[in-house]
């Protein structure tokens, strides 16, 4: 099956949510993903802007930002219901 067309199952997704330490938004994304993780089983990490330089100068106008699998999923705000629909295609 091509990979355009695989699906990949939740368990072996990874979310990234690039934030930064003192960020209201960031905060307000955080409880988005571990909502929508938590009930998909979606492992999750958060990775902080300030000690990532490679991070802070792709995104440092952006945060937070979610990666799904290491792409971009969204910045700013995080939908939930775009998010788990990202998860489970």
Not at 42 to 58: F, G, K, S
Not at 66 to 84: M, N, P, S
């Amino acid at each position: 099956m091509s990979p355009l067309f695989r699906r990949t199952a939740p368990q072996d997704r990874l979310v990234t949510l690039v934030r930064k330490p003192g960020c209201h938004l960031c905060d307000d994304a955080q409880v988005v993903v571990e909502k929508v993780c938590g009930e998909l089983g979606v492992r999750w990490e958060q990775r902080d802007i300030t000690e990532d330089r490679d991070l802070y100068e792709r995104y440092w106008e952006q945060i937070p930002v979610v990666l799904v699998d290491g792409e971009q999923h969204t910045f700013w705000r995080v939908d939930e219901d775009r998010l788990r629909q990202a998860l489970n295609d």
